[in-house]
């Protein structure tokens, strides 16, 4: 079934409605190598739309878990913050076998992250990498606070480089501004963009020669929409 087929039905005493056919298929083999970076880049960026203006497409996971069962060819790989207010296949209206999905408090990238990243592009053929950040980010905050906790300590410090970057700011420098926490998120972004092609030879060559692109965006927690920079 076609997510753009639709049925429409009219409730007792009501106004006609046209509601979407759940969709059952998965991507194929053939479907996937007929993508480019760019239409999976649209491709997200009217997912998201749709999932802004609560237009989400029903899908039958039942029978999407049962086809992709033998394989999988997703689209893309993103690279989210661990936040639960970020549901990432929903964000930009994706089901079963459409997304790989890597989530790290901060959306760093480590020696696991890029593995993961490699075997999202190299060997399973996806097109596209968006480091997805977020506002509000609390990974973000405690690194611009210097937090001091367990293992969060270490992991802060990936993201510490950003902080010290901005130390020309004017303004105050602490997790209750949301200017300059807003700066670090973007920056934070960047900066992982940045390490994905420095520290991975394959993805970099992958990008070099039009296979894949990898991109940033921030989602806004007040409304859902990403901006993608």
Same mark, same amino acid.
């Given at each position: 079934m076609n997510k753009n087929?639709?049925?429409?039905?009219?409730?007792?005493?009501?106004?006609?409605?046209d509601i979407k056919l759940l969709v059952e298929k998965v991507l194929t083999a053939e479907e996937q190598a007929q993508l480019t970076p760019d239409s999976v880049i649209e491709s997200l960026k009217d997912g998201n739309r749709r999932f802004v203006s609560n237009d989400?497409?029903?899908?039958?996971?039942?029978?999407?878990?049962?086809?992709?069962t033998n394989g999988q060819y997703p689209k893309a790989v993103i690279l989210s913050c661990l936040d639960s207010r970020i549901p990432v296949e929903d964000v930009f209206d +994706?089901?079963?076998?459409?997304?790989f999905v890597a989530r790290v408090a901060g959306n760093f990238v480590n020696e696991d992250i890029l593995g993961s990243m490699e075997f999202g592009c190299k060997v399973a053929g996806s097109k596209l990498i968006l480091v997805l950040g977020h #506002?509000?980010?609390?990974?973000? @905050?405690?690194?611009?606070?210097?937090? +001091?906790?367990?293992?969060?300590?270490?992991?802060?410090? @990936?993201?510490?480089?950003?902080? #010290?970057?901005?130390?020309?700011?004017?303004?105050? +420098?602490s997790s209750s501004n949301p200017e300059f926490v807003h700066m670090v998120c973007e920056?934070?972004?960047?900066?992982?963009?940045?390490?994905?092609?420095?520290?991975s030879p394959i993805l970099k060559e992958m990008e070099d020669k039009g296979e894949i692109k990898i991109i940033g965006g921030v989602y806004d927690m007040d409304t859902g929409k990403v901006d993608f920079l």
């Open positions: 087929t639709k049925l429409t039905y009219c409730p007792e005493g009501g106004q006609e409605k989400l497409t029903a899908r039958d996971h039942t029978v999407q878990i049962r086809k992709a +994706k089901g079963i076998g459409d997304l #506002e509000h980010c609390g990974a973000v @905050k405690a690194a611009v606070d210097n937090v +001091k906790l367990g293992n969060i300590t270490a992991m802060l410090t @990936k993201i510490r480089p950003v902080v #010290e970057q901005l130390s020309h700011y004017e303004g105050d +420098k920056q934070n972004v960047r900066k992982t963009i940045n390490d994905i092609r420095q520290n």
